[in-house]
């Protein structure tokens, strides 16, 4: 029996930075290794689902990395098909600008909607033929980029319908029909989305809202039952989506975020025969750069699990960990900083955050006091208050000290 392999990626965020890091070193490095799998794995089709760059309008560099991989891919599997559909952070009309040129070389790319002479929607656009290694068409790719509120057709709110929702549901229902009626028997359905399904795991520190925000998020019903494959972006987390294994989200290949750091960065790849979804496999991307966190904890235990924290010396300098670092202060620590420099100082790692959590009450002055009026108060008073709020106990007597020289001079300049 003929099978198809397709591998899913997305989210790829070429040319972005980490608190300041540039991580091209770590994307050249997927790249170089999707690469490999795509031999390794035979891969007759690549879908990457959005988000390939981190933003509108992406650095050379990033241009230069997503360019040579397709015509690096291109040349070692000429019978590679790629479908490339915009997501949210990318620049959808910068990304088919060359749509002439990469359609010429087997490239699909869609950043937009396409539409017909008389303005209206046009499925037929976004229906991309797929063949195995034969030459055999395998499958038909709906390729469906991210949807803007602008793109969407206007619907009356009527009661339990949110418009939003509604207007993405009668679009992919056309899109989807289009695909269903060109196939063939034997032929897969697949479909794309760039998109925030209900239920999804959420990256709250590196994902935008989108679509008027995650409170429209979209249901799994929006995709037939039919369909042997979606291949979902936008969530950096992998997952399936409702309880659907062909409905699937492949996540980021890197983290993007130091809260990424434990997610099971990978490419999902798929396997088809008779038009049916006969398997598939997650690839665990490696990682080039660790990311250490050192929890949450007072100032001299971080300061010492830093001090048994364990670095490869010979790693190059791109290679380096990443380092987060949280610390829980009951009174103030103004050399903290220093405190911890001192100890990473020479040591092959770069500290991306330093986390500090005050341990006071959190209270507003008006909720820790009682009613009073705050002109009847001493300025000292006001002071050791709001000293509270955020430190546990009283200021220090040297603290207290400063304030009242700090105090006296305002004072003798009004």
Not at 11 to 39: C, N, S, V
Not at 55 to 77: D, E, M, S, T, W
Not at 272 to 299: D, K, M, N, W
Request: hydrophobic share 40%; aromatic share 6%; with cysteine.
């Amino acid at each position: 029996m003929r099978s198809f392999r397709l591998l899913h990626t997305a989210d790829w965020h070429l040319g972005q930075t980490l608190h300041g890091i540039p991580r091209d070193a770590e994307h050249e490095r997927f790249l170089d290794w999707l690469l490999d799998r795509i031999g390794e794995h035979r891969v007759n089709a690549l879908v990457i689902a959005g988000d390939v760059f981190d933003g509108q309008n992406p650095p050379i560099p990033a241009l230069a990395l997503f360019y040579r991989f397709v015509a690096r891919a291109k040349a070692l599997h000429p019978r590679l098909e790629i479908v490339v559909v915009a997501g949210n952070h990318d620049s959808a009309s910068r990304l088919e600008a060359p749509s002439p040129l990469m359609t010429e070389m087997g490239v699909r790319v869609i950043g937009t909607l396409p539409a017909s002479a008389n303005g209206t929607f046009d499925p037929s656009q976004l229906i991309v033929p797929l063949r195995d290694a034969d030459g055999v068409v395998a499958a038909r790719c709906v390729a469906m980029p991210y949807l803007r509120p602008s793109d969407l057709p206007a619907v009356e709110e009527a009661e339990n319908t949110d418009p939003l929702i509604e207007g993405v549901r009668r679009l992919y229902t056309q899109a989807w029909i289009g695909g269903r009626d060109r196939c063939r028997p034997g032929e897969a359905l697949i479909l794309t989305g760039h998109c925030y399904m209900r239920g999804g795991a959420l990256s709250e520190l590196s994902e935008r809202k989108i679509l008027g925000g995650n409170l429209h998020a979209l249901p799994v019903d929006i995709f037939p039952d039919d369909a042997a494959y979606v291949a979902l972006g936008h969530l950096h987390r992998a997952q399936a989506v409702g309880g659907r294994q062909e409905v699937r989200y492949s996540g980021s290949p890197i983290p993007l975020a130091l809260d990424e750091e434990s997610y099971p960065h990978q490419v999902v790849l798929s396997e088809f025969a008779a038009g049916r979804l006969i398997g598939h496999e997650s690839l665990r991307v490696p990682r080039h750069v660790t990311i250490h966190r050192v929890a949450e904890a007072g100032p001299d235990a971080a300061l010492e699990r830093l001090k048994r924290l364990e670095l490869d010396g010979t790693l190059p300098r791109d290679a380096w960990p990443f380092l987060e670092v949280a610390v829980t202060l009951s009174e103030p620590r103004p050399a903290l900083r220093d405190e911890v420099d001192a100890v990473l100082a020479g040591r092959p790692v770069r500290l991306l955050k330093l986390g500090v959590r005050l341990t006071g009450s959190g209270q507003t002055l008006a909720d820790s006091a009682p009613p009073v009026d705050l002109a009847s108060l001493e300025p000292e008073e006001v002071f050791r208050r709001l000293y509270r709020r955020s430190h546990e106990g009283d200021p220090e007597p040297d603290l207290m000290a400063a304030f009242h020289e700090l105090l006296t001079g305002v004072q003798e300049t009004m």
